[in-house]
């Protein structure tokens, strides 16, 4: 019977088998379906690096005083700021080293030149326009004591100069900073379009530092591959968010300040021009993020109608020479794994991922957001966290009409297996009773004295007057007249007090 059982539970797990693969996923994981090569992220590629995007705002404050002896001697003073540039830069370690443009941070023109011009037309009352350019005077005098205030300083100079850079950062964070955090310039770039890096000398909110971007090994070097440029065309703030913009790549490169074209593919949109119109009102510097893993490969540069690309080769070897390592951050780390599961719609599992963000830094823009975004749909039919994923079958054949027929067929191959078990045994016999065994008499002992015969009955019993009817095998039965204990046949003293049964 085991081996026919067996043999129909095998019949049944084969057909159930050989149809089984026709409806199961490729693979299945605790969570639901593991799709064969799924991408990181595939959704808001640019989230890896918004968080280290910054606004970057540059002044110079020029301190000039006029030595005014035309007629008496008087020193004028004056203090004066000049806007120096504004555009967007990337934070690439967690103390404070940010890469941006030189013509952000670092004026092209003469900063001592614009001083001059505006203190003599302020003391004198001439006419001089507040620029950049040396200007001359009809009035000889005036024109001489203007000539030997511009630079450089000399021991004839009418003008000493002052000049310092004040550089703040702004943060992408909420609530927004109004102040900033100040920056120093490490080192500027050779041109106006090769990469400047900072060093933020403020206090950084949290104990751990700044959010950076991962920097990308190499440029994409196909033709039109897509990238996104991400920047602020103002201070970060409620009404100020983080500008996304998609870009591809032209053909080519271009090392150094000449950059890389961009060109769409499609030609449906002059890129060069649409960015440069970004770049003038405040992406220039912005990181370019390929679209690939999410990491920057390049820094926007240009204006105008033309904008290019600088490559990521030329970003690294300016921090090198600032002597600046760009490296992630704890912040990073759980901010990277809580986006991973919140782009693959894990969204019970993200939710205490970007808590923790918040918890190392504070007023994290894009963790706050994709935070609330997680608690709204945690528990809900796109959570892959919580309740499996419906997972589409590779063959539209139903799966209930097997395990039918593989049940019916088990409890056929049963029912046989029994009846023929019982076929081949036979029917039950019947219990034969046990046999009567008959106990042969004792023989009497002619030698022994008259025995008593003591019968005992419980105490508060009342016992109804009976006849007694003895039987001849009872009748042989003796006891002990000391102690009335039962007496073998043939025993001639009691085996309990040892008394003689002959007297």
Not at 141 to 167: E, F, G, M, W
Not at 424 to 435: A, T, V
Not at 446 to 464: C, D, K, L
């Amino acid at each position: 019977m085991a081996r026919l059982t067996a043999l129909a539970g095998g019949a049944a797990v084969a057909l159930v088998a050989l149809f089984l693969p026709l409806s199961l996923p490729l693979s299945l994981s605790p969570y639901g379906v593991l799709p064969a090569a799924a991408h990181e992220h595939p959704s808001g590629i640019t989230d890896l690096v918004t968080p280290a995007v910054v606004r970057v705002e540059a002044t110079a404050h020029i301190d000039i005083t006029l030595l005014d002896h035309i007629r008496d001697l008087v020193h004028v003073e004056r203090s004066y700021k000049v806007p120096i540039g504004v555009g967007t830069g990337v934070v690439v370690n967690p103390e404070g080293g940010i890469v941006t443009l030189t013509r952000v941070v670092k004026s092209e023109q003469d900063l001592a030149v614009h001083a001059a011009n505006k203190i003599f037309a302020e003391h004198h009352g001439v006419k001089i326009p507040a620029d950049f350019e040396r200007h001359k005077l009809k009035d000889e005098v005036l024109d001489r004591h203007l000539q030997q205030c511009y630079p450089p300083l000399t021991s004839k100079a009418t003008c000493i100069y002052n000049i310092r850079t004040d550089i703040t950062v702004f943060p992408n964070v909420s609530p927004a900073d109004p102040k900033g955090l100040k920056a120093d310039l490490v080192k500027a770039g050779p041109g106006p379009d090769t990469p400047a890096v900072l060093q933020t000398s403020s206090r950084v909110v949290g104990g751990v530092g700044l959010p950076t971007a991962p920097l990308a090994d190499r440029v994409p070097e196909s033709a039109g591959s897509p990238t996104n440029v991400a920047g602020f065309l103002g201070r970060p703030g409620p009404t100020v968010q983080t500008t996304v913009e998609i870009a591809h790549l032209g053909k080519g490169g271009g090392a150094g300040e000449n950059g890389r074209p961009f060109a769409d593919p499609d030609k449906k949109v002059d890129e060069p021009v649409k960015l440069a119109g970004l770049a003038d009102r405040g992406l220039r510097g912005a990181p370019v993020i390929g679209d690939k893993d999410g990491h920057v490969v390049g820094m926007l540069i240009g204006g105008g109608r033309a904008a290019r690309m600088i490559g990521i080769r030329e970003v690294t070897s300016a921090l090198t020479k600032a002597g600046v390592a760009p490296r992630r951050g704890a912040i990073d780390s759980a901010f990277e794994a809580a986006l991973t599961r919140y782009h693959t719609k894990y969204y019970t599992e993200a939710a205490p991922g970007f808590q923790r963000v918040l918890e190392l830094y504070p007023g994290n823009v894009v963790a706050a957001t994709l935070l609330k975004d997680s608690l709204a749909k945690r528990g809900g039919p796109e959570d892959r966290g919580v309740r499996p994923v419906p997972v589409p079958a590779r063959s539209a054949t139903p799966m209930w009409p097997f395990a039918v027929a593989a049940g019916v067929l088990f409890l056929a191959a049963a029912t046989g297996a029994v009846l023929l078990w019982r076929r081949r045994r036979g029917p039950e016999p019947k219990p034969e009773p046990p046999p009567l065994v008959a106990v042969p008499p004792q023989p009497l002992d002619e030698g022994a004295n008259q025995t008593v015969v003591v019968r005992r009955s419980q105490p508060f019993a009342v016992i109804p007057q009976q006849k007694q009817v003895l039987t001849a095998q009872e009748q042989a039965v003796k006891f002990c007249t000391a102690c009335g204990m039962r007496l073998g046949a043939a025993h001639r003293f009691c085996g309990y007090c040892g008394h003689p049964i002959e007297t």
